[in-house]
């Protein structure tokens, strides 16, 4: 019996590789005055899947991450999964 | 300001990431005005009759479009020049610049195509703003568009109210003035292409680039000239 269940992902570049719209933002902020030290910019990913469990559903979300949600190269990600 | 028996002065803001800004002058200066680029860093705006935001990829469109060019420097001054009543007109990512800022109503949003659309589009006046007023209501203009976020929206239950208001300035449309699905290129919400807010404009459209019948229409000339209140015949 399979239900419905929400990943959500949370997708960025790994620290240490240069985020330029993240520096762009930064540089704004800044000028607006606020006491801010970094700004990285990623992605927010919502995903809603049919799996058996929720432990399913979080390794799907894993293997979906890997394999096309984020590059590898330089991103990294996180992924919760909620019932729905 | 400058001396208005001469020729009036249009200021032409570059951000990082403009890239109309010269064909812009370039137009601005065959209607036989004056031209001056104005750099985003600028606190305050040399003397000035006009004001353009050209078209471009302002901060390579980290955050959203538009969203960090709104918060320049030179756009306190925009806002100022725009309250006293300056003409000022955004021209594609100048529109998204000047939406993001709220000088102007809505937003615009990636094309639901996810293509970058670049084309030969008809758009018709709905209501002729402050400033063009020798352009007539349903005059059909061939102008060109080419944009990634040209998907104008507004927030919920705004449309009437802009419609009432008379700031709906440009329709998507046919050949005939039509604005309907079939000549909606970006799913803009009413096919808007262009709207208006006190002396403020904006569309995605590039009369600039249309400036001319060999480059494929003039329209552009008319819709500058208007703007500029020029009459009768300009100089090619």
Same mark, same amino acid.
């Given at each position: %019996?399979?239900? !419905?269940?929400?990943? !959500?992902?949370?997708?960025?570049?790994?620290?240490?590789?240069?985020?330029?719209?993240?520096?762009? !933002?930064?540089?704004?902020?800044?000028? %607006?005055?606020?006491?801010?030290?970094?700004?990285?910019?990623?992605?927010?990913?919502?995903?809603?899947?049919?799996?058996?469990?929720?432990?399913?559903?979080?390794?799907?979300?894993? =293997?979906?991450?890997?394999?096309?949600?984020?590059?590898? #190269? %330089? =991103?990294?990600? =996180?992924?919760? #999964?909620?019932?729905? | 300001?400058?001396?208005?028996?001469?020729?009036?002065?249009?200021?032409?803001?570059?951000?990082?990431?403009?890239?109309? *800004?010269?064909?812009?002058?370039?137009?601005?200066?065959?209607?036989?005005?004056?031209?001056?680029? @104005?750099?985003?860093?600028?606190?305050?705006?040399?003397?000035?009759?006009?004001?353009?935001?050209?078209?471009?990829?302002?901060?390579?469109?980290?955050?959203?479009?538009?969203?960090?060019?709104?918060?320049?420097?030179?756009? *306190?001054?925009?806002?100022?020049?725009?309250?006293?009543?300056?003409?000022?007109?955004?021209?594609?990512?100048?529109?998204?610049?000047?939406?993001?800022?709220?000088?102007?109503?809505?937003? @615009?949003?990636?094309?639901?195509?996810? &293509?970058?659309?670049?084309?030969?589009?008809?758009?018709?006046?709905?209501?002729?703003?402050?400033?063009?007023?020798?352009?007539? *209501?349903?005059?059909?203009?061939?102008?060109?568009?080419?944009?990634?976020?040209?998907?104008?929206?507004?927030?919920?239950?705004?449309?009437?109210?802009?419609? &009432?208001?008379?700031?709906?300035?440009?329709?998507?449309? *046919?050949?005939?003035?039509?604005?309907?699905? @079939?000549?909606?290129?970006?799913?803009?919400?009413?096919?808007?292409?262009?709207?208006?807010?006190?002396?403020?404009?904006?569309?995605?459209?590039?009369? &600039?680039?249309?400036?001319?019948?060999?480059?494929?229409?003039?329209?552009?000339?008319?819709?500058?000239?208007?703007?500029?209140?020029?009459?009768?015949?300009?100089?090619?």
């Amino acid at each position: %019996m399979t239900r !419905t269940y929400q990943l !959500t992902f949370l997708v960025g570049l790994k620290s240490g590789i240069l985020d330029p719209a993240g520096q762009a !933002t930064r540089n704004v902020l800044q000028h %607006m005055e606020y006491a801010v030290q970094d700004v990285r910019i990623g992605k927010w990913i919502r995903v809603a899947i049919q799996a058996d469990n929720a432990e399913h559903a979080l390794a799907l979300g894993q =293997e979906m991450g890997q394999r096309l949600l984020s590059n590898p #190269v %330089m =991103e990294s990600f =996180e992924v919760t #999964v909620k019932a729905l | 300001m400058s001396d208005h028996t001469a020729q009036p002065t249009v200021g032409i803001i570059v951000f990082p990431g403009s890239n109309c *800004d010269q064909d812009t002058v370039l137009a601005i200066q065959a209607l036989g005005a004056r031209a001056v680029v @104005l750099d985003y860093r600028l606190a305050e705006l040399p003397p000035v009759d006009f004001l353009i935001l050209p078209g471009g990829f302002s901060y390579g469109d980290y955050l959203r479009s538009g969203a960090l060019a709104a918060a320049a420097p030179i756009m *306190d001054a925009v806002e100022k020049s725009a309250a006293s009543g300056m003409p000022v007109l955004g021209i594609c990512n100048g529109f998204q610049i000047l939406c993001e800022r709220g000088l102007l109503p809505g937003a @615009l949003l990636p094309n639901p195509s996810g &293509e970058f659309i670049c084309q030969w589009q008809t758009v018709r006046v709905v209501n002729a703003p402050k400033g063009f007023e020798t352009m007539a *209501d349903g005059t059909v203009l061939r102008l060109p568009i080419a944009h990634h976020d040209g998907s104008y929206r507004v927030a919920e239950g705004q449309l009437a109210s802009l419609f &009432e208001h008379g700031q709906v300035f440009l329709q998507y449309s *046919d050949d005939k003035g039509g604005a309907h699905a @079939l000549v909606n290129p970006n799913g803009s919400v009413a096919n808007i292409a262009g709207v208006s807010q006190g002396s403020v404009v904006g569309l995605m459209p590039h009369p &600039e680039r249309a400036m001319a019948q060999y480059l494929g229409s003039d329209d552009g000339r008319g819709f500058l000239a208007a703007w500029l209140g020029l009459r009768g015949n300009v100089e090619c």
